[in-house]
């Protein structure tokens, strides 16, 4: 079950990838993460899943990565007495917490935090921004508008308001609930919708206490302007495209796509490329050219992950999605040009030890006949200063941790093995060796590069490395004791 890439796929499960067939399907096509998206389906529903993908990891012996996805705070209008009105540009509507039923000048938006924001020549957007209101005055009840770009709006459509950072928590109750009950069934990460502010982050993490990685999805302007201060206080990051593309001209996505992809290696921190990356093959079996040319592209940014969503989780071919997916990335990882390109953006940071050893081992790999960097972790952290420096050679991270093999599923470049604890880095070299010819990235002709913590099984202890042979004989004969 050896990979040939580096970037990581992660899959979304639903109606149609419910079952074991199709999600063992999946895996072995490609996936390596499986997105439960908490917006659909019942708790039930998504244990049942979660319960399959832990028996395919027993199965296969591969850690796999589960990422739970919180629906956060839905803003939506409320209903109308035909259910629908048609909004003509340069007419005026009206929005009001009034709850009767709407007409063709008003309906009801029953989210008086929205009002509490706004402010004249704030935009409201509404059915995906089909629609789009200038507030021409409002109050702490009401917003009369302008319509600028007309069409039909019915029952329940989502609102969205780029121009204010919302007086809204992150977590809803129902979000609450979700968090609970992922931690309590064991998910690795957890994705915070409609992230503003890096405090609604740190509520999240309080209430996780550990038990399972923030991922922040970026997909609102506040978040765009704070993203500094969000990156720091996340585990990980997803590029969510679909509502940035909303709330932000389509045009500003891709170079702020570019841009966050870069901040998060910088920073040791996977990041997701999400969002109709292959939106046809929901209804058709090949991808469009434009998709694929998108795919590529996060790829050559150097993203840790690009992600699937209804292609695998109610589309028509989900298994062919996560294959393309795969073809695509092995494709672009074999062109010469991707190593230029990921090696030209290469951010250089030397403050601490940790740093110094994994550039240093990514170093000798590149000047020497090295076929794997084999790291020791327990907490996963020098894993991903590894992944950060984006190495030629494959990235074997072993721990007897199995939540820390599965959470770092998601970084660039990284083959997580599980091992028993050891106390002397003799057997922390014979172990890494023993992966790496079991795995298939050497025989017992090459080298590896080693780094570990001594003391061992204790966290940010990173201080050691060292080149080896895969050949036990040659480590025993030189390390004797």
Not at 12 to 24: E, H, N, Q, V, W
Not at 175 to 182: G, I, P, T, V, Y
Request: net charge negative; with cysteine.
């Amino acid at each position: 079950m050896r990979r040939l890439r580096n970037v990581k796929i992660v899959a979304t499960l639903g109606p149609a990838s419910s079952d074991y067939t199709t999600i063992r399907a999946l895996f072995e096509a490609g996936a390596d993460v499986f997105r439960l998206n908490m917006s659909h389906g019942t708790h039930a529903e998504q244990k049942a899943r979660y319960d399959i993908i832990r028996q395919i990891e027993a199965d296969t012996g591969r850690p796999i990565a589960v990422l739970a996805d919180l629906q956060g705070p839905k803003l939506r209008v409320g209903t109308f007495a035909a259910g629908a009105a048609d909004l003509e540009e340069g007419f005026p509507f009206r929005f009001d917490l009034d709850p009767t039923e709407g007409e063709g000048h008003r309906v009801c938006l029953p989210h008086p935090e929205i009002f509490a924001a706004l402010e004249p020549g704030a935009t409201l957007l509404v059915n995906d921004g089909k629609i789009r209101l200038r507030v021409d005055e409002c109050g702490p009840d009401f917003a009369n508008c302008t319509v600028t770009t007309g069409g039909t709006i019915s029952n329940r459509k989502g609102v969205n308001v780029p121009d204010v950072v919302l007086p809204l928590a992150a977590l809803s109750d129902k979000d609450r609930a979700d968090l609970e009950f992922a931690c309590e069934m064991g998910a690795d990460w957890l994705a915070l919708s409609f992230v503003q502010r890096p405090e609604d982050v740190i509520e999240a993490r309080t209430l996780a206490r550990g038990r399972a990685a923030i991922l922040s999805k970026i997909e609102k302007p506040a978040a765009v302007n704070a993203f500094e201060e969000i990156l720091k206080v996340s585990d990980g990051i997803m590029v969510a495209r679909g509502d940035l593309g909303v709330e932000l001209p389509v045009h500003a996505v891709p170079p702020i796509q570019k841009r966050l992809i870069r901040r998060c290696r910088a920073a040791a921190k996977p990041v997701i490329v999400a969002t109709q990356m292959l939106e046809s093959m929901i209804e058709s079996p090949m991808p469009t050219r434009a998709e694929v040319s998108d795919v590529a592209t996060a790829i050559y940014e150097g993203t840790d992950a690009i992600m699937l969503s209804a292609e695998s989780a109610a589309g028509r071919y989900p298994v062919d999605a996560v294959a393309t997916m795969n073809s695509v990335a092995q494709s672009v990882e074999n062109d010469p040009t991707y190593r230029e390109v990921i090696e030209a953006s290469r951010t250089v940071v030397r403050q601490t030890v940790a740093d110094g050893i994994v550039a240093a081992a990514r170093e000798i790999a590149e000047a020497t006949d090295i076929s794997a960097i084999c790291c020791y972790t327990q907490s996963g952290k020098t894993v991903s200063l590894i992944a950060r420096e984006r190495p030629r050679v494959p990235i074997i991270a072993m721990s007897p941790v199995v939540q820390t093999l599965r959470k770092i599923c998601l970084s660039w470049g990284v083959h997580a093995v599980r091992c028993e604890e050891v106390e002397r880095f003799k057997m922390a070299v014979v172990n890494a060796a023993r992966a790496a010819r079991d795995f298939g990235f050497a025989d017992e002709t090459n080298q590896i590069v080693v780094t570990a913590g001594v003391p061992f099984n204790v966290q940010g202890t990173t201080n050691i490395l060292r080149v080896a042979p895969c050949d036990e004989r040659l480590i025993f004969r030189t390390d004797p004791e």
